[in-house]
């Protein structure tokens, strides 16, 4: 399972991935950079990477964002109004919208390591 979208009256539907990837299992270790900056997809495949035991975070909580939004356009056709219809959630259930994921390895990256060129997310991954 990758990610579970919660409609707004409760209903639960699980979004699974297609088996027999090249990563899968414990194949090859894996850990993923996380940040302020990542949003959405990202979130939803660091969760289930997260989750499932496959991978670990490591990074800075990550920005929280867990909506399914769609556009509905006014009856007038002068505009539109986004409406939030569910929200996503790891395989455990947990939630991702304005709480974001938390690394399993928080390594925090400054404005000074920026500027002096410096990586210490790529270098403890590493």
């Known amino acids: 399972m990758i990610v579970i979208e919660k409609a707004g009256d409760g209903t639960l539907t699980s979004h699974s991935a297609t088996p027999g990837g090249l990563a899968t299992g414990n ?3 894996m850990i993923v950079l996380v940040n302020v900056y990542s949003a959405s997809t990202s979130e939803i495949v660091a969760g ?3 989750d499932t035991g496959r991978a670990k975070l490591l990074g800075e909580t990550t ?3 867990g909506t399914v939004q769609n556009w509905v356009r006014l ?3 002068q505009g539109a109004v986004r409406e939030t219809i569910a ?3 790891t395989p455990k259930g947990n939630t991702i919208n304005k709480k974001g994921l938390t690394p399993d390895m928080v390594v925090k990256m400054t404005a ?3 500027k002096a060129k410096l ?3 790529l270098d403890a991954a590493v």
Do not use: F, T
């Open 63 to 65: 920005e929280g964002k």
């Open 112 to 114: 000074d390591d920026i």
């Open 48 to 50: 289930a990477l997260q």
């Open 27 to 29: 194949s090859l270790p």
């Open 119 to 121: 990586d210490p997310q």
């Open 75 to 77: 009856s007038d056709k």
């Open 87 to 89: 929200r996503w959630l």
